[in-house]
């Protein structure tokens, strides 16, 4: 469904607190009910309206910077504040917890933030991927960056370090298909010792099976996600609408770290189905429609994820090698200014890794530690601050 069809979703959620909240208010009767109704059905729209402006606030970014470490990680604090406030509202109303159909609810809420600890597990095995690759290309900076003359064995080295990096770029259904072919291109004749190479990438500790599917994984998380009904809305007094509401950031999220970071079975057709009476639902639809957009760029269609960084690696490390192949020595002085160049996109290349790989992995951490999986818990526990003071410890700690 195209962007501009959202255009009129944007309406204050005033007229949604009348149209959907209210039901629930024409139950109350006595004055003691009424101002608690109010407060309740308050606390709900601002929930709403708050999430709307989060979301918002990830839309004003240009193609060249969707998807970057750094929008990935507004993402993540967007996802961890609406969690919060999630959180607060959830146990400012316990009561309702164990009544029908609250208390199924939550359990298909508890049931979707365990299957999305998994998604953050195989990100975090993605993440390592990446570190793996920015090692290769400091491997290529060693050799080549800051050194006063550019001979022929530092440019073996740094062609050797640039194969393994493209062939540790490839997707598992790509890389039989191209070794050969990305052989010849790299002046590599020995496949035995690339696919060595290429085992290299692959002997990583996973955290999921290799049988795991990210694209299953999301379809199982969105599996029965529907907006609630009327008659769910005035049983839970509301409750429901803030329950889809995060379930619905908690699908929408895990898509998107799925299609920016490497991740077994990356498929990226999971849909949303959202009303347009949310204040939220524009800015979410919207950034789901660019994001498919880029993966469907003809230089971004077998890519490994979407991430920003990665493409730029690839990008360079390609431009690098077809440098390398042309070089002949002693260089001329044309061509040792086009490989300083080539460096020097490196080195940003690089730069940019370096300082948004670990920020994001903590932040992941944080997901992991302080995820939707643990509200469930935390409304039968009293033990909440001392959960989350020993995991704010975890997250300083690592």
Request: proline content about 3%; charged content about 25%; overall charge neutral.
């Amino acid at each position: 469904m195209p962007s501009t069809d959202y255009q009129g979703v944007s309406a204050s959620f005033s007229n949604f607190g009348r149209s959907i909240l209210s039901i629930r208010r024409d139950q109350v009767h006595s004055m003691e009910n009424t101002h608690e109704a109010t407060r309740q059905e308050f606390e709900l729209e601002t929930f709403q309206r708050q999430v709307a402006d989060r979301f918002n606030g990830l839309l004003p970014v240009g193609s060249d910077e969707l998807l970057s470490l750094s929008w990935v990680r507004k993402l993540l604090d967007v996802f961890l504040c609406c969690q919060e406030e999630f959180r607060v509202i959830m146990f400012n109303n316990k009561e309702y917890m164990n009544r029908t159909p609250m208390d199924r609810l939550m359990s298909e809420f508890s049931e979707r933030s365990v299957k999305a600890l998994d998604v953050c597990n195989a990100i975090r095995d993605g993440i390592e991927q990446i570190r793996q690759w920015k090692k290769q290309l400091e491997i290529v900076l060693c050799a080549l960056d800051n050194q006063r003359s550019l001979g022929e064995g530092q440019f073996r080295r740094a062609k050797k370090a640039l194969i393994d990096l493209e062939i540790g770029m490839l997707d598992e259904k790509e890389s039989n298909a191209s070794l050969a072919h990305r052989n010849r291109s790299f002046g590599r004749n020995n496949v035995q010792k690339d696919h060595k190479s290429l085992g290299h990438f692959r002997s990583l500790s996973w955290s999921v099976s290799r049988a795991w599917s990210a694209a299953r994984q999301l379809q199982a998380i969105g599996n029965n996600l529907a907006a609630p009904r009327g008659n769910e809305i005035i049983a839970t007094n509301g409750l429901a609408v803030a329950v889809f509401t995060m379930s619905s950031v908690l699908l929408f999220v895990m898509w998107a770290l799925v299609a920016a970071i490497p991740c077994q079975d990356r498929g990226l057709q999971t849909h949303f189905y959202i009303p347009r009476q949310f204040t939220w639902a524009a800015p979410i639809l919207s950034l789901h429609e660019r994001i498919l957009e880029e993966s469907k760029k003809r230089d971004r269609r077998n890519a490994c994820g979407l991430l920003k960084e990665i493409h730029q690696i690839e990008k360079c490390a390609r431009r690098m090698n077809e440098l390398a192949d042309s070089i002949q020595f002693p260089l001329t002085e044309e061509k040792e200014g086009d490989v300083r160049q080539r460096v020097q996109e490196l080195v940003e290349v690089f730069k940019a890794v370096k300082d948004g790989l670990d920020p994001l992995e903590r932040q992941l951490f944080c997901v992991l530690v302080f995820g939707p999986w643990y509200i469930s818990f935390m409304l039968q526990s009293r033990l909440l601050s001392v959960v989350s003071i020993f995991g704010f410890w975890l997250l300083t700690e690592y």
